[in-house]
């Protein structure tokens, strides 16, 4: 099955720093998800990005839509100790544009920030 | 704006016994997926619900069972619950043809003593 690997694993910064962190897959997708996810709590949609080559941004969040479909990444710049939690990349299973499918999750980038 | 509702937001059982979690999804969304995470890994599809019927089908035990209602509502049943079961669970909802982007709700904890 389809699989998406996060890098890093986790990661430990200080405040104000900038963060990278991406997602490969082994096949391609059509749309990618960031999702941050704090403790016990659901995801939270970050970014959507839906077409090879896209670079969006929300707020300090940039993230971008790999040429080959099959990786992405996502900065935080500036970070602050709120920015702490679980980062998820993710991505409609079938990569079937236009159709509701179910998500494949990578494995997860857990950040910290330290004052 | 509204999200995805989920209820209850904590749940204990007994071994054994049943259990059904409740999702109202975003309104006019008309898909429904469940979820469930382990602790510390990451979320694992269990089903999904488009217009009602079921669209998908992943990792669901055969104890799981799951519906969409007429009012686009949707219920996961457990039954003869087990403690592997303990997680959290996770409704989420998307509109077909809006770009597969996935609302998740705040999730249902269970526990199984």
């Known amino acids: 099955g389809q699989q998406l690997n996060q890098s890093p694993q986790s990661m430990f910064i200080q405040e104000g720093e900038d963060v990278s962190m991406n997602c490969t897959s082994s096949?391609?997708?059509?749309?990618w998800l960031w999702y941050k996810q704090d403790p016990g709590e659901g995801p939270v949609l970050l970014i959507a990005?839906?077409?090879?080559?896209e670079l969006t941004s929300n707020g300090r969040l940039t993230a971008q839509f790999g040429i080959t479909r099959k990786d992405s990444f996502l900065n935080i710049s500036a970070s602050i100790p709120s920015d702490v939690g679980i980062y998820f990349c993710?991505?409609?299973?079938?990569?079937?544009?236009?159709?509701?499918?179910?998500?494949?999750f990578g494995t997860g980038t857990r950040l910290q920030v330290t004052l | 704006a509204a999200g995805v509702i989920q209820s209850p937001r904590h749940l204990i059982k007994e071994k054994r016994e049943t259990a059904t979690l409740k999702c109202y999804p975003i309104?006019?969304?008309?898909?429904v997926y469940w979820y469930q995470q382990g602790p510390g890994q990451d979320p694992q599809f269990l089903i999904s619900?488009?217009?009602?019927?079921?669209?998908d089908k992943g990792s669901i035990p055969d104890r799981f069972s799951a519906q969409q209602f007429s009012d686009y509502h949707s219920e996961l049943n457990m039954s003869s619950l087990e403690l592997g079961d303990s997680a959290l669970y996770f409704c989420?909802?998307?509109?077909?043809?809006?770009?597969?982007?996935?609302?998740f709700g705040e999730g249902s904890w269970l526990t199984v003593v």
């Open positions: 989420a909802s998307s509109l077909m043809g809006a770009g597969n982007t996935i609302y």
């Open positions: 096949s391609i997708f059509n749309t």
């Open positions: 990005l839906y077409k090879a080559g």
């Open positions: 993710a991505g409609p299973g079938g990569g079937n544009t236009g159709t509701a499918s179910k998500l494949t």
């Open positions: 309104p006019r969304h008309d898909t």
């Open positions: 619900f488009y217009e009602k019927m079921q669209s």
